[in-house]
């Protein structure tokens, strides 16, 4: 059961314009929400991130916005750039089932994003 | 530093094999979580210390999988008897106890090849 979709796998952008890549999640539990960036044989790397009491974060190029009720996200990136070729993880977290309130994250599979010079 | 630190980055062995893979977490981070990463897949959880403690460990994690976190600093995550299945991206990550969210911060990972 995948909790955290990205229905696009790719994603073609040219450079200087919009990239907007999209992320459903099913589980009404999940209060915290983040998107990594990961370059080929390289860790995710942590972009921004939005808790479920706010609908739009921004920091820098970077906007994400959250319909709650929709169960949907969004990530922005504008204006794109070569250098933000990668693929793109949503991620969602709430609190696991053991104490110390930890929040369980849980991943999507991805978005690939290619800017064009 | 520094951020999270893994070795070996890549590893490859014969099926049958015994591995074990290192994490260094962000000095202060005082939790540290251990993911399986497969191709077109996202991460996906294996288990969580905080501190020392394994605090949780997914159905994923099969009776040949063992990880340790001794002095709360460094952990190790060992494959027994290794399958071909367990060919795939491990990634480490760590956090900070006392963040309102749990912003987990991620190593390189260690790509094991099992022949």
């Known amino acids: 059961d995948q909790q955290v979709k990205q229905n696009s796998p790719s994603l073609s952008v040219q450079e200087g314009r919009i990239s907007i890549l999209n992320c459903d999640y099913t589980n009404s539990m999940f209060d915290y929400f983040l998107w990594y960036k990961k370059y080929p044989a390289e860790g995710p790397t942590f972009l921004i991130s939005?808790?479920?009491?706010?609908d739009k974060n921004e920091d820098g190029r970077f906007t994400v916005f959250l319909n709650k009720s929709a169960k949907h996200l969004s990530l922005h990136i504008v204006p794109s750039q070569p250098g933000d070729s990668a693929v793109y993880f949503c991620?969602?977290?709430?609190?696991?089932?053991?104490?110390?309130?930890?929040?369980?994250?849980?991943f999507g599979t991805g978005t690939k994003l290619q800017v064009i010079p | 530093d520094t951020g999270v630190s893994q070795n070996p980055r890549h590893k490859i062995t014969k099926r049958g094999q015994n591995v074990t893979f290192r994490c260094d977490p962000i000095s202060e981070h005082n939790r540290l979580y251990w993911y399986r990463q497969t191709l077109g897949q996202g991460p996906e959880f294996l288990t969580y210390f905080q501190n020392e403690a394994q605090l949780e460990k997914s159905r994923l994690l099969s009776d040949r999988f063992s990880a340790e976190r001794p002095k709360g600093s460094f952990s190790t995550l060992e494959i027994q008897r290794t399958e071909q299945g367990d060919s795939a991206m491990y990634l480490c990550?760590?956090?900070?106890?006392?963040?309102?969210?749990?912003?987990?911060?991620f190593g390189p990972g260690t790509r094991l090849t099992v022949l």
């Open positions: 939005i808790s479920s009491i706010k």
């Open positions: 990550a760590s956090s900070f106890l006392g963040q309102v969210t749990d912003t987990q911060y």
């Open positions: 991620a969602a977290s709430g609190l696991g089932r053991n104490s110390g309130g930890y929040q369980k994250v849980t």
